[in-house]
């Protein structure tokens, strides 16, 4: 007879977009993952003022990434068993003392988190050590809000990424545990580009926690990279011409064509089991 192995029990802490639903699914139709409770927080919008002549272009922007989330993820959703265990709770209160309690009750191994509220030092001491973050931007180079927009603003899509990290008290800073750049294609947009990422990473997530316990740590590499703390209240008009000048501009194609050697300024690790035994 074969060795039995006991399925890996996760709480997940998460948003409640569609790429966030979809995560959660993924992960708990993932065999030898169960999820035992999804914390799913309410969307908090990073635009919420009318629409107008001074926003125009970022409303434009959302509401074309929401639309290529729906083409991209509402098939799946709508299709698939949902395993999750999902509540919606109000953001930001994920660290009212209940959650932690009801969390430590649930005898689980891993707290999974994709996209929710920054977890502070109350909520952290309960679990040392098994709170796992996917932080959609290579860190250090991108840290903080919309990092996976900036590189793309900025024209180094190479920057473009996911970090698997534990967590700490910091914004971003916890110990790395894996890194992948984002999937690139000639024929690519901003919102392509994003959803193909949250579709990997969360594949790449499902062996990491499957194989936690075999991990080892990734070797130390000296680097200066380019670091850049990014925040909601820089996502701008500008900011969101610039982007779509830098694809008019054929930016992907020359990132294409360049890709074997401006992928070598990044130290990060390509293979998803590579430091996994």
């Known amino acids: 007879m074969g060795e039995y192995i006991m399925n890996k029990r996760i709480v997940i802490l998460t948003g409640n977009d569609l790429r966030h639903q979809f995560f959660r699914k ?3 139709l993932t ?3 169960e999820v035992v409770q999804s914390f799913c927080e309410t969307v908090k919008h990073i635009i ?3 629409f107008t002549e001074e926003t125009k272009f970022r409303h434009k922007h959302l509401e074309a990434r929401h639309q290529s989330e729906k ?3 509402e098939l799946y959703l709508n299709t698939v068993e949902d395993k999750s265990n999902p509540i919606v709770i109000e953001r930001g209160t994920i660290n009212d ?11 689980i191994d891993l707290v999974i988190v994709y996209g929710a509220s920054i977890l502070k030092k109350s909520f952290l001491h309960f679990f040392p050590n098994k709170i796992l973050n996917v932080h959609l931007g290579l860190s250090p180079y991108y840290r903080g809000a919309g990092t996976n927009y900036w590189p793309l603003v900025d ?6 990424g996911a970090t698997f990290m534990f967590i700490n008290e910091g914004i971003d800073t916890g110990e790395i545990i894996h890194q992948i750049r984002a ?3 000639y024929s690519d947009s901003s919102f392509s580009i994003g959803n193909r990422l949250i579709e990997e990473m969360t594949h790449v997530f499902a062996n990491l926690i499957l194989k936690f316990d075999s991990l080892q740590k990734p070797p130390l590499v000296n680097f200066n990279p380019l670091r850049k703390f990014c925040k909601n209240a820089d996502f ?13 501009n054929n930016m992907i194609e020359m990132y294409l064509n360049e890709k074997e050697k401006r992928d070598l300024s990044f130290p990060i690790q390509e293979n998803p089991l590579l430091f996994i035994g």
């Open 31 to 33: 065999n030898g993952i």
């Open 97 to 107: 003392e209940k959650y932690p309690l009801q969390i430590a009750a649930m005898n």
């Open 236 to 248: 701008s008009e500008e900011s969101v011409k610039k982007l779509h000048q830098n694809f008019a």
């Open 155 to 160: 024209g180094l899509p190479e920057s473009n």
């Open 26 to 28: 993924k992960l708990a």
């Open 48 to 50: 919420s003022e009318e």
């Open 71 to 73: 083409d991209f993820f």
């Open 183 to 185: 999937t690139y294609y």
